[in-house]
């Protein structure tokens, strides 16, 4: 498609359940990015994939956060055990090359609340 | 660490007036620098990047690697210009980041 498509929406979950984020980067689009904004503050980021292998995870809450781009899928964000703190919205990014030669194109996020 | 500064968390300008929206980085290396912008109900885009070198919309922004700043200008701002603009950075291990914004508000 011509728009990364985030879905769903809005999400919301009980503390403790899990949560799956999906993203569809523009076809033909290499690279992938996830970000976390809490309170309309800052995109901290998460997690980059070049195809489907991950280029930096250095943003990753390891313990609880995962994350696959396959080949033929959406990309997805899954939050294992959610905790109040993960209320945020996730944004999703491609760029059709490395993001240094190439603009990002964001998705219209998705809207966890963990109550 | 924090790659990229912007001071201002809020701006107001009346209209006609200049604005200049602040951006500080760190970084060891040759980044580049963009400047991306969400209107309100859409989605987040590039406004402008440092090696183009272009005007969008009648914004600027000057590399300025000495102060190691990236601030975004403009002479004459408009109403349609408010918005959230956030600085952000590309190294050269293809990591992007982002400024935490400045939300702009040009006063009729």
């Known amino acids: 498609g011509e728009e990364v498509a985030q879905t769903p929406k809005h999400l919301v979950r009980g503390e403790g359940q899990k949560a799956k984020l999906y993203c569809a980067p523009i076809?033909?689009?290499?690279?992938v990015f996830w970000y976390q904004q809490v309170l309309k503050n800052e995109f901290k980021f998460l997690i980059s994939?070049?195809?489907?292998?991950?280029?930096?995870e250095t943003g990753m809450p390891k313990e609880r956060f995962s994350a696959k781009c396959l080949p033929n899928s959406p990309c997805s964000l899954e939050i294992q055990a959610t905790k109040l703190e993960d209320s945020a919205v996730y944004f999703c990014a491609s760029s059709q090359v490395a993001p240094i030669n190439s603009p990002l194109h964001f998705g219209n996020g998705t809207r966890l609340t963990v109550t | 660490a924090q790659r990229v500064t912007q001071p201002e968390k809020l701006l107001s300008v009346f209209k006609g007036a200049p604005v200049e929206l602040k951006c500080n980085y760190s970084y060891s290396g040759s980044p580049e620098l963009f400047w991306y912008v969400q209107y309100s109900r859409q989605r987040l885009q590039l406004l402008l990047r440092h090696i183009s070198r272009e005007s969008i919309k009648g914004f600027t922004a000057d590399l300025n690697k000495g102060e190691t700043s990236f601030h975004l200008k403009k002479p004459f701002a408009q109403e349609e210009d408010s918005a959230m603009y956030y600085c952000a950075l590309s190294g050269t291990g293809n990591q992007f980041y982002f400024g935490t914004g400045t939300s702009l508000t040009v006063i009729p």
């Open positions: 076809k033909g689009h290499s690279y």
């Open positions: 994939f070049q195809n489907e292998n991950v280029f930096d």
